[in-house]
């Protein structure tokens, strides 16, 4: 079974690193192989609304024309049998870098060759608001959102506050264990 964990940090050892480390962990001890990518080593582009109507070709094939590193990542997300989606909190929301995959994730995912390998793709998600402490949750609420529009199947949103890490790090084990289970009851097609 593999695991891919994309993170939104630019700190391979910072508070969202740690956070989900944890729940990768979990996921490994049960048995689960795990890549992790790192969004802001990559290149990411903005959605460009390639067509006039805002919409883009997108739409009808489920790809993407821009030509940087989405599509690479949007394949590995094929082919694993379960997605970890972790980032800061900025402002209560998604760090840019996780946005910008999003947005242009869920374009693809309207068309329905670009929901292969990814409806009903067991996932979780992990925001971490590492400075005051607010806004891992409205943080949650844009990644389940998205990540539902997407066709993931959710299994859970897990909001993280620096004031928290520590005492969630356990929780966060267990998730990873559960969402091991959930990959071996679904295995990618
Ligand atoms: C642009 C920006 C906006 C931020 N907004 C929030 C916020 O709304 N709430 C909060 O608790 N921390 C906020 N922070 C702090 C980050 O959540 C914190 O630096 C991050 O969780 C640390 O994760 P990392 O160690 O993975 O970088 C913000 C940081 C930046 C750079």
Do not use: H
Not at 57 to 64: A, K
Not at 151 to 180: E, H, T, Y
């Amino acid at each position: 079974m593999k695991i891919v964990m994309i993170s939104g940090s630019r700190n391979t050892q910072g508070q969202t690193a740690r956070a989900a480390g944890a729940l990768v962990d979990g996921a490994m001890n049960a048995g689960c192989a795990v890549e992790q990518i790192f969004l802001p080593a990559l290149v990411i582009e903005r959605c460009v609304q390639c067509e006039d109507s805002g919409w883009g070709i997108c739409r009808r094939e489920g790809v993407c024309i821009l030509e940087d590193d989405f599509a690479a990542i949007v394949s590995k997300i094929r082919e694993a049998d379960a997605v970890v989606f972790a980032t800061p909190s900025y402002y209560g929301d998604l760090s840019e870098c996780m946005r910008a995959f999003l947005d242009r994730l869920r374009r693809v995912c309207a068309a329905a060759e670009g929901r292969i390998g990814i409806q009903d793709k067991p996932a979780m998600g992990v925001c971490v608001a590492g400075g005051g402490g607010g806004g891992s949750l409205t943080c949650c609420v844009s990644l389940d959102k998205v990540l539902n529009g997407c066709g993931f199947d959710v299994l859970d949103m897990v909001p993280v506050k620096r004031q928290n890490l520590k005492a969630k790090l356990n929780n966060l084990r267990l998730n990873g264990a559960w969402l091991a289970t959930a990959a071996k009851m679904k295995p990618a097609s």
